[in-house]
């Protein structure tokens, strides 16, 4: 850690700050939807804007450094909602880990407060202590943070008269480079929120009646400093929990959050329409995170981990955190955010439309997903099968953008498409063409569709860790084909230090014997894993080209990467009639050990004719 980070951190824990800010959040609660300048212990320079949206929701944002390293300018220090404190007073809720530390070098944070009318008209704060504004319909409060290289964030908090919502947008130029990532993290103390969200809801109760991100009675780290586990002589000896694992693909939610005891208050973040994160439809990433302390919910713009593109930059992301009488929200109406002067906000009418005729080549076993994305967003729609494969994207941002047609989540068709502001692009119907699937097979293990969640443990491996006691051993025998079957006899992923030589035992005919082509299909790779063939001991593959290296993925509950198909050519030398086998290596120059060694996520392996 760098110096001055230490010194910042020092300078931060005295425990007069503590008492200042436990008597700011003390401030009762006004009447009427408003805007309010506190002055902490009477000084000018220790300001507050208190929001009250009139809606049974009291919020403050800090406008001065209180001298906590978990405290910042810019921070949400109280969320009073019907006279409960949903904010810890010990650490802020803030954009990574405050927005002083947002860029390298940069410590200045600008914060400024309006009263906004219907009509966009803005009052600015009173500079007063205790002064108020009233009268209008919403309210704005802006920070922004400037880079050392020009690069300009700003995040809005912003309330609309008579609603318990933060709505929240954040817009930047660039990257945050001292966590290179963006995130929202708001702690709630557990006593007011001591549960996930209900079984069904993302990062929802599980099946074994917990929450598979709830660190509660972990006493043993299983990996890094936030995979842990549970140790023998505990009722859930063995099992492992992690924020990671609070995941879902991106295209299956919209809000995410957490329960009070009784259930009566409900807590939850509403995403928009994610144009401007990374990684698509099928992106997953950890939502939450329950420990002895704090429930905390986790928004994230974008994020380092499992990432398959680059970051996208001069969007406004909006997303709002909103509390219901205990039972899930409905999406909130922004059509507002048009009056309130947003860096990055396109109304509606800047943007457009695609309309496709349908699709063809499909297999209607699969859903399909149409997904459009360039350097600056990203959209996707679902095809409706039962209507020929018809898809639409709405309020798509002018531009040429790569179509993209998934079964499930595998690529079989790339194209292109205009988007016009006001327009609608309308297209013919589509020709799935890049279906691996579509060529005959003499055997094949899996499914082609970008997911390895018909293999052994494919069910598992987004909610816990490897080596979870519930997981089955990684280490099957020799898969025959003929006989055994994917979900019991071939690992969803192998790594070059725990399973690796899989064996594949197949039969060929006199007539079969011939030039054939084994296909190794992946979703994800691991500190540069590949695989390498062998075939009866006599022939071996050529090592394909090493991938490009990423972060951690298949042990943080995602096996969403890139997929890459591997084709190794086979000499009808190496081939016999009757019995043959193959065996599959992953090997890396990277080295590692046990679960953190090159690995790789399966797709689908089959043997095919050399074309």
């Known amino acids: 850690m760098r110096i001055d980070i230490l010194g910042r951190c020092l300078r931060r824990l005295g425990a007069a700050a503590f008492a200042l800010l436990a008597m700011a959040t003390a401030t009762p609660a006004l009447a009427a939807f408003s805007l309010t300048t506190l002055y902490d212990s009477g000084s000018a320079a220790k300001l507050q804007y208190q929001v009250d949206t009139g809606g049974g929701l009291v919020f403050k944002v800090m406008a001065y450094d209180n001298g906590v390293s978990t405290q910042s300018k810019g921070d949400l220090s109280s969320i009073l909602y019907n006279g409960v404190q949903y904010a810890d007073a010990s650490r802020g809720s803030q954009l990574n880990s405050g927005f002083d530390y947002l860029y390298s070098n940069v410590s200045?944070?600008?914060?400024?407060?309006?009263m906004i009318s219907s009509?966009?008209?803005a009052t600015s704060a009173s500079t007063a202590d205790g002064g108020v504004i009233s009268g209008g319909a919403y309210v704005k409060i802006t920070v922004t943070v400037y880079s050392a290289n020009g690069g300009v964030l700003k995040h809005y908090?912003?309330?609309?008269?008579?609603e318990p919502r933060i709505y929240?947008?954040?817009?930047?130029t660039e990257e945050p480079d001292t966590l290179n990532l963006v995130r929202f993290i708001v702690r709630v103390p557990i006593g007011v929120l001591s549960k996930g969200g209900p079984a069904g809801t993302p990062g929802g109760l599980a099946g074994n009646g917990s929450w598979p991100q709830d660190l509660r009675g972990t006493d043993t780290t299983v990996e890094a400093s936030d995979v842990f586990g549970f140790s023998s002589g505990t009722a859930s000896a063995g099992q492992t929990r992690s924020k990671h694992y609070s995941n879902m693909r991106l295209k299956d939610w919209q809000y995410f959050g957490g329960l009070n005891s009784a259930g009566s208050v409900g807590l939850w973040f509403y995403r928009d329409n994610n144009e401007g994160n990374s990684g698509g439809p099928f992106y997953r990433s950890l939502l939450n995170q329950i420990t002895s302390t704090n429930n905390e919910l986790t928004y994230i713009v974008n994020y380092g981990e499992g990432q398959t593109e680059a970051f996208r930059f001069g969007v406004l992301n909006s997303y709002t955190l909103m509390f219901t009488g205990g039972g899930v929200p409905s999406a909130p109406d922004t059509s507002w955010f048009s009056v309130m002067g947003l860096s990055g906000y396109v109304a509606a009418s800047g943007r457009g439309t695609v309309a496709g005729v349908g699709l063809s080549g499909t297999d209607s076993a699969y859903a399909y997903t149409v997904v459009f994305s360039n350097s600056q967003a990203q959209y996707w729609a679902s095809a409706n099968l039962a209507n020929n494969g018809f898809f639409k994207s709405t309020g798509m941002l002018p531009g040429i953008y790569t179509l993209t047609v998934y079964k499930n989540e595998l690529a079989v068709y790339t194209g292109s498409v205009t988007v016009t502001a006001g327009g609608t692009t309308t297209l013919n119907t589509v020709a799935v063409n890049a279906d691996p699937s579509a060529k005959a097979a003499l055997w094949r293990i899996g499914n082609w569709d970008g997911s390895p969640a018909e293999f052994l443990n494919g069910g598992r491996l987004t909610t816990m860790h490897p080596t979870d006691v519930r997981m089955s051993s990684w280490m099957p025998s020799t898969f025959v084909v003929g006989t055994s079957n994917a979900a019991s006899g071939f690992p969803a992923y192998q790594w070059k230090d725990v399973n690796n030589a899989r064996v594949i035992q197949f039969?060929?005919?006199?007539?079969?014997?011939?030039?054939?082509?084994?296909?190794?299909g992946t979703?994800?790779?691991f500190n540069g894993a590949r695989p390498q063939v062998s075939v009866n001991n006599s022939w071996t593959s050529a090592i394909p080209t090493a991938p490009p290296k990423g972060s951690r993925n298949l042990t943080v509950g995602t096996y969403r990467g890139v997929n890459r198909l591997y084709s190794f050519d086979i000499p009808s030398t190496a081939l016999v009639a009757g019995p043959n086998t193959v065996t599959i290596n992953v090997v890396s120059g990277t080295s590692g050990a046990a679960y953190l060694s090159p690995a790789l996520s399966y797709d689908a392996v089959d043997l095919i004719v050399t074309p």
Not at 507 to 520: C, K, Y
């Open 108 to 114: 200045a944070v600008d914060v400024q407060a309006q």
């Open 119 to 121: 009509t966009g008209v």
């Open 157 to 162: 908090y912003m309330a609309k008269s008579g």
């Open 168 to 172: 929240m947008g954040t817009y930047f």
């Open 507 to 520: 039969t060929l005919t006199s007539a079969q014997v011939q030039n054939l082509t084994l296909r190794i």
């Open 523 to 525: 979703t994800a790779d």
